[in-house]
């Protein structure tokens, strides 16, 4: 079992030595209320609430895949990651194994984040096209990313009681940006579920019946007098660019829509 101690020097590391730790479902509920973004990303970055996760994570931190054999891997939950007052969020599934849970950054060092930041790149929102590791110098403009789920799952499979069990991260971190956010980019009906459940969650209007998840799909969720459009992009999996399904003109229409929204 491996992963990197909080504090110890990884780029971009939100937490410390001192950092509170979550060690059961009611321990997340409790510390991802009432603190600011930075310190949700710091406890989130520790959290250890699901056995099964915590165990994968760090067993794959510490086996490795051979073409990274020499490095050392993140084997923590990664935080959300881009602008504290994104116009933007993108929401994923989870970090992948070889990927974030190596890099110890969203959608950092594979093929599925190859697809996103170069199309994040191409539609302005990003100010390199290449995301290979935590101190690569890559930004984001007025973008966020997150996942839902913020461990690395077997087989990339949380189960509905872990994904009940971090909830509370990405509604705490969704509630703390929400001012500024203009559009939500779900990727994949896993993202796009999550959004919505998410937003009602913090207390948003979501259309009746519930808006189904398509590439392209567009719904707008609604409180008060403030609304937000919610984008569906099929996910850049490896499953769906190397069949096709998703293509680089595909992902930039979605991209680039959620740009002129949240550039307006
Ligand atoms: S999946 Fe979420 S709740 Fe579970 S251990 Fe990871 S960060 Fe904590």
């Not at 939100?14 to 730790?21: C, D, G, M, R, S």
């Not at 979550?22 to 406890?43: C, F, N, Y």
Request: net charge positive; hydrophobic share 40%; charged share 20%.
């Amino acid at each position: 079992m491996s992963s990197v101690p909080p504090g110890a020097g990884w780029p971009g590391d939100p937490a410390t030595a001192e950092t509170p730790v979550a060690r059961t479902p009611a321990q997340v509920r409790r510390l991802a209320r009432g603190v600011p973004l930075a310190e949700v990303d710091a406890r989130v970055s520790v959290c250890r609430a699901c056995p099964r996760l915590v165990r994968w994570r760090e067993e794959v931190a510490a086996t490795k895949r051979a073409a990274f054999a020499h490095e050392t891997y993140w084997g923590r939950p990664v935080p959300g990651w881009g602008a504290a007052e994104p116009r933007i969020l993108v929401v994923g599934l989870a970090p992948a194994a070889h990927g974030a849970n190596r890099t110890g950054r969203i959608f950092t060092g594979d093929r599925s984040g190859d697809w996103l930041f170069a199309s994040l790149h191409r539609v302005g929102l990003a100010n390199q096209a290449t995301s290979v590791r935590a101190d690569d110098g890559l930004a984001l403009v007025d973008t966020r990313v997150v996942a839902t789920v913020r461990c690395a799952p077997p087989a990339n499979k949380p189960s509905v009681e872990e994904r009940a069990t971090c909830a509370p991260w990405i509604e705490a971190e969704v509630g703390l940006v929400t001012e500024h956010v203009r559009v939500v980019v779900a990727l994949g009906a896993y993202g796009w579920d999550a959004a919505l459940r998410t937003y009602a969650a913090l207390g948003w209007t979501v259309a009746r019946p519930r808006p189904r998840f398509g590439h392209g799909a567009e719904a707008t969720l609604v409180s008060g007098d403030r609304s937000v459009t919610l984008l569906g992009c099929y996910h850049p999996s490896q499953q769906n660019t190397f069949t096709g399904t998703l293509t680089e003109e595909m992902i930039d229409d979605v991209l680039g829509r959620a740009a002129a929204i949240g550039h307006p």
